[in-house]
């Protein structure tokens, strides 16, 4: 069983900052993507950063040169950190990873998403 855990979620104002995190636990033998998503109310889920086991990253443009994503040293754990927010980054953040479990192909894994709400 595969669990992504996300924390950091809150209440700030505009120009604030933020850091989410998420942990992958379980029977893991790989992670190759992993990343952030959010979905505001009435929007669709949206891509907000991603970043390969390498450590190659990408942004959507808007939170370009504002966001930062990387990954823990154990590579289970990825972190979002969210500076010069704004009220449009309000949303529920949900953390993404494609993981192989020993003996299936790599499937996509989703976090139960943290609260990110920004006052203007």
């Known amino acids: 069983q595969v669990q992504l855990v996300e924390s950091g979620g809150g209440l700030v104002q505009t120009g604030g900052s933020l850091k989410l995190s998420c942990v992958a636990s379980?029977?893991?033998?790989?992670?190759?993507?992993m990343g952030w998503y959010r979905q505001a109310p009435g929007k669709r889920r949206e891509l907000v950063a991603i970043i390969s086991s390498g450590g190659s990253t990408n942004y959507a443009e808007s939170v370009k040169g504002r966001f930062t994503i990387s990954r823990g040293n154990a590579k289970n754990t990825v972190y979002l950190q969210m500076d010069s927010l704004k009220p449009e980054d309000t949303a529920v953040y949900y953390c993404?990873?494609?993981?192989?479990?020993?003996?299936?192909?790599?499937?996509?894994?989703w976090g139960q998403g943290t609260q990110v709400t920004v006052s203007s």
């Open positions: 379980g029977s893991i033998f790989s992670i190759n993507v």
């Open positions: 993404n990873a494609l993981i192989r479990v020993a003996g299936v192909d790599p499937k996509d894994y």
